[in-house]
């Protein structure tokens, strides 16, 4: 997380603790015991609204079963600016 001075310490901290865990941490995502159907790939880019104001997510090509912070965590990290995110966390 060296070089990204847009990070605040929070983020910092808590993107800190996910080094070298990538392997557990999808491991522990196919064991969760709350799963759903998740985008896998939710992003603001993914999103359409309808005249009548219906969202939809588009391109599906990632769906699978899964823990639902997966679709948070990716939509949080792909489509809101980083100076945001502890307000967005912690809201």
Known sequence: ???RPDLTPTVRDLGDRFVGQVTALELGEAKAPRRTLVHGDASLRNTRTSPDGVIVLVDWEDVRSANGC????WLLVSSVEPERWDDIIFA
């Open 70 to 73: 997966v679709d948070l965590t």
């Open 1 to 3: 997380m060296q070089g």
